[in-house]
């Protein structure tokens, strides 16, 4: 699938984040211009150096209104929404940031003649139950393809790489902990070794996609009329073989220690009172069901067809 982005002015929202920088980096192999639209200021400086020179533009924005969008978006030819939270502040919740700006963002660039919309979501968001996550990133969804017909959105699992928010976790908490917590329905297995025995399996999957291959991923399919893509890596994992997984690679031992939910539900209880929360209950919600797709593997391959494993990725960051 090629497509050509020469000339052509590509606006991110969201580009100073985790995959942002990496999609701004395959986006500044092409001869476009990008213009990242970010809150934090002190980010310009970071941002630009990612492309050519004078490549890269960035507009510090708190607040987004027609009026100032329309400016902004205005002879655009690609917008690429990254905006997203994992948990609410005062200042910021889950109804604004996933429905609000992206219901603004997609009417505004459909309104001004913007070619192409990209959506980020999330994988599996529509089956869980009672979160306010997974509620407002549904509502993203909907909102931004009755605004914009031809949006295309991007479901990716949970994603991985140098500066991820995820696998870094775990790996931190190791650094310090003598014990590592296996979130998301433990169940007990007989040991294999002892009879008497009893391991603590997790019975919820996981399929992590390399940040690398998502970026890059995003850059081909933009060009692509509507259509919305399920995205998963090649290797499906429990909590517990991904907590095993980053051990091996750090090539440390840590305690393995089940958190059933209720516990973990009381955790969050108490840490999503931290300016930066470990750990929320809307958060334990999630942990209840799986985040695997057979078809995102497959959509995936469509455009990059050796995706990156855990295996390969991880000893290039983790120590």
């Known amino acids: 699938m090629k497509n050509n982005l020469d000339g052509k002015k590509i606006v991110i929202f969201g580009g100073n984040g985790f995959i942002g920088r ?3 980096q395959k986006l500044s192999k092409h001869s476009c211009k990008i213009l990242i639209i970010t809150r934090h200021r002190n980010e310009e400086k970071n941002l630009k ?8 533009s960035v507009i510090s924005m708190s607040s987004y209104t027609l009026t100032n969008l329309e400016k902004i978006l205005k002879n655009s030819d690609v917008v690429i929404n990254l905006i997203g939270i994992l948990y609410e502040s005062k200042s910021q919740s889950f109804e604004y940031v996933h429905e609000e700006i992206p219901s ?22 529509e089956n869980v139950r009672n979160s306010q996550y997974a509620k407002s990133k549904v509502n993203g969804e909907k909102v931004t393809i009755e605004n914009f017909s031809n949006a295309i959105i991007l479901k990716p699992s949970v994603v991985f790489g140098s500066d991820d928010n995820f696998i870094n976790l775990f790996s931190n908490i190791s650094n310090f902990s ?22 603590f399996k997790s019975s919820v999957k996981f399929q992590p996609i390399y940040v ?3 970026a890059e991923f995003a850059v081909k ?16 994992y429990t909590m517990d073989e991904l907590l095993n997984l980053i051990l091996s690679v750090k090539k440390i031992f840590r305690f393995l ?10 955790m969050g209880l108490v840490l999503e009172n931290l300016p930066k929360p470990l750990l929320t209950r809307d ?10 797709s057979i078809q995102g593997l497959k959509n995936l391959k469509k455009i990059i067809p050796n995706p990156k494993s855990l295996e390969i990725i991880l000893p290039t960051y983790l120590k």
């Open 257 to 266: 220690v089940p958190v059933p939910l209720k516990i973990a539900n009381v």
């Open 22 to 24: 990496h999609l701004i």
């Open 178 to 199: 003598p014990v590592l917590p296996i979130f998301g329905a433990p169940r007990l297995e007989k040991s294999k070794i002892f009879s008497r025995d009893f391991l």
């Open 104 to 125: 603004l963002l997609s009417k505004v660039a459909n309104n001004v003649g913007v070619k192409s919309f990209i959506h980020f979501s999330a994988l599996g968001v």
């Open 283 to 292: 958060q334990v919600k999630l942990m209840k069901y799986e985040n695997i």
């Open 49 to 56: 150096i990612l492309g050519g020179l004078g490549q890269i």
């Open 212 to 214: 690398g291959d998502l």
């Open 221 to 236: 399919v933009i060009d692509n009329n509507f259509k919305t893509y399920e995205l998963a890596g090649p290797t499906i």
